[in-house]
């Protein structure tokens, strides 16, 4: 696909704010969350930018991963450095700015590099029964990484709740494309007592081709299995409190960073360019366990109205192999232990707790000096937060949010580079977040919210002691003396839900303070990108979604995202001050959806334009990514793609799916490969 006229990519933006999302296909009705203020909540009620995805919505849009599941959502755009993995961009901020929860469990750690990660590719899709995004710093109810937005991802239920006496359920999956002839299957079977106890459990296989386009053809080595298992338990101990005890494991074998190999000769798009890749092979393997155990229950005391305490473990394996050749590998085990309580306190309600992870690190490398991060290294932080909700009229609700933090990191062999051996070391950081946000009801189906939240991050052990790989060829390496990166983040937006309409518009200003950059530095000859605390800088947005039923059988879907931001740092380790554009900003873009349901919900189906600016808002260091990033910007696009839906039988689900119609040659903005050609995508679930 040719670039884009600067008005036809007007036009297509214009009128992707006419319509959205709808993630909520059937109700425009605002669902119930509770990320944002870790208790239920009408979406509507909450001070908060909120987004959600339904594991309805993962089967009729026949989403591949965690990531692709919230393209669809403003502010957010998802970088994918290859096909293997993605980082999603919310509102400005990536990978550990962003904060991964499985059930309300942390999946950062210590150890996650700087920018977009490979990370939440780490996650079946297909067990997931809801997501909820919450948009801006959520490091008041979660703590430290939650500066652009914090997903919560809530695994399937046993559904012993539902039933009742005994019963016994279950599913299987199947879905095929054509543009990478990729397999996925997954088998979910649940048992169980009706209000008593439930077992479920799900596996899921995939075994994805090398993707093509228009441009490229075959992209060799783009493909890689991958091989999930999950598990959870479910028992009533009394009617007033339950037993939850959950497994999660994942795999994922030889994931290339295409751009970086023999394999990438270089895309030519008009005047936008990228270089070919240099090496023969950049393979990274992925493995992640999560087992929990959850007891909560509900009293009758004014202040323990409600509870919950969570023990939980996890194991993150990663691993790099290159050819130049250099490898590293990296364990993690973390431990975690949290609780939460909840209830009325003089006019209004109060809910407080704490919490408590532990990581334990090893790693190797090709060299010392190339360890991702410090060997024999520990990390831990500890944290307690209350949040108080009260009317002081009728139609207003006002939120009172704050978090007293404590980070301590150790470690035994991290190598310094201007001796030339391996040495100890540490450090610890305090901190304090508040939050203010209220919600005023101009109409039992509309209102508007406004706040001001400050966010925080700790410096990690990556900061502090990493050597990684950073965009094309830099190597970053870490600094002992950080400090941590904070934002205050002011929101001001509406929303509004009812049978047949639904729509939020919120604008965002986000102050940065000591952000965690990197800036040159050579040492004995060799040239790295030296990790350390940049000055202020900003990032602002603008963000829409609506859906509309306009006839009985017709739905009006649609977003819009604008954002832009600069900010002041070191070129050069002791350098000048400089200000430059925030790194890899989201361009101007947006979606279009129309919906057609046949009146008895047999059939439905749908057609979506999705389009995008040519973002030629480049960073310094944006300019110098060029296998990744084109000369001139990332050019413009338009993908125009077709879905429909039969429920063939009660227990028999037919989908299928003509993506990229056009056949575009296209590339989401900071990623490492272009978007999926002309692609059919068939999925069957039959259930039982």
């Not at 209350?386 to 002081?392: E, I, L, T």
């Not at 470690?411 to 540490?426: T, V």
């Not at 939020?504 to 990790?531: K, M, N």
Request: hydrophobic content about 35%; some cysteine.
């Amino acid at each position: 696909m040719k670039r884009l006229h600067r008005k036809q990519e007007a036009l297509v933006l214009t009128l992707g704010a006419l319509g959205i999302t709808g993630l909520h296909a059937e109700d425009f009705l605002e669902p119930t969350v509770v990320t944002a203020t870790r208790s239920e909540q009408s979406e509507l009620d909450v001070p908060y930018a909120v987004e959600t995805v339904t594991s309805e919505d993962i089967e009729e849009r026949m989403t591949r991963t965690v990531p692709e599941a919230l393209k669809d959502i403003s502010g957010v755009l998802i970088q994918k450095t290859t096909h293997g993995h993605g980082s999603p961009f919310v509102r400005g901020f990536t990978g550990r700015q962003n904060l991964l929860l499985v059930d309300g469990i942390r999946m950062n750690n210590s150890t996650w590099r700087s920018g977009p990660v490979q990370y939440w590719n780490t996650l079946d899709v297909h067990a997931v029964d809801r997501m909820e995004l919450v948009k801006g710093p959520g490091s008041v109810m979660y703590g430290s990484d939650s500066l652009g937005g914090t997903l919560n991802l809530l695994s399937k239920g046993t559904g012993y709740q539902d039933h009742k006496g005994n019963y016994a359920d279950g599913s299987v999956y199947y879905k095929f494309d054509t543009n990478s002839q990729s397999h996925v299957g997954r088998l979910e079977q649940r048992v169980g007592e009706g209000g008593v106890w439930g077992l479920s459990l799900g596996a899921t296989l995939k075994n994805y081709g090398d993707i093509r386009d228009s441009y490229f053809g075959r992209m060799t080595n783009t493909g890689y299995p991958e091989q999930n298992v999950d598990l959870k338990f479910n028992y009533a101990l009394s009617e007033r409190t339950e037993l939850e005890a959950a497994f999660q494991y994942l795999n994922q074998d030889d994931i290339s960073r295409w751009h970086s190999t023999t394999q990438n000769p270089g895309w030519v798009h008009g005047d936008h360019v990228t270089q070919p890749g240099t090496l023969d092979y950049r393979i990274y393997d992925q493995e992640r366990a999560l087992a929990y155990l959850r007891i909560r229950g509900k009293e009758s005391q004014n202040m323990l109205s409600s509870w919950e305490a969570t023990v939980s473990y996890q194991n993150s394996k990663d691993s790099e192999r290159r050819s130049d050749p250099r490898w590293g590998a990296s364990s993690v085990d973390t431990l975690g232990l949290t609780f939460q309580a909840g209830g009325e306190l003089g006019p209004g309600d109060l809910l407080y707790g704490a919490d408590f992870y532990h990581d334990m690190v090893s790693s190797d490398a090709s060299d010392p000096s190339r360890r991702p991060v410090a060997d024999g290294a520990d990390y831990s932080s500890l944290g307690a937060f209350a949040r108080y909700n009260w009317k002081p009229v009728e139609k207003l609700a006002i939120e009172l949010g704050a978090r007293a933090s404590y980070f301590d990191a150790s470690w035994e062999r991290a190598w310094n580079r201007n001796l030339g051996q391996d040495e100890s070391g540490g450090g610890n950081w305090s901190d304090l977040s508040l939050s203010l946000r209220s919600n005023y009801e101009l109409t039992e189906v509309h209102s508007i919210y406004a706040g001001v939240s400050q966010g925080f991050r700790a410096p990690n052990l990556a900061d502090l002691t990493g050597s990684t790989v950073s965009r094309s060829s830099d190597e970053v390496i870490g600094s002992s003396d950080l400090e941590a990166e904070k934002v205050v983040s002011f929101e001001l937006g509406t929303k509004a839900g009812t049978a047949d309409l639904s729509y939020g518009v919120a604008s965002f200003y986000t102050l940065i303070q000591d952000p965690i950059t990197a800036a040159e530095q050579t040492i004995d000859g060799t040239d790295f990108l030296r990790q350390l605390n940049g000055e202020d800088g900003y990032i602002w947005g603008l963000e829409g979604d609506v859906a509309w039923r306009f006839a009985s059988q017709w739905q009006l879907f649609g977003n819009l995202t604008y954002q832009d931001g600069k900010q002041k740092s070191q070129a050069v380790v002791g350098g000048p001050i400089v200000e430059d554009t925030v790194s890899r900003l989201a361009p101007l873009m947006g979606s279009v959806r129309v919906r057609w349901a046949h009146p008895g919900g047999a059939f439905w189906l749908e057609a979506e334009s999705t389009g995008a600016a040519t973002q030629d808002k480049l960073s310094q260091r944006d300019l110098g990514d060029d296998q990744r990033i084109p000369t001139n910007g990332t050019p413009g696009y338009m993908i125009g793609s077709v879905r429909g839906g039969w429920q063939a039988r009660e227990n028999l689900l037919l989908t299928l799916a003509l993506e990229n119609l056009s056949d575009a040659d296209y590339r989401v903005h900071g990623s490492g490969v272009n978007g999926t050609g002309l692609n059919a995508i068939l999925a069957v679930k039959c259930g039982w």
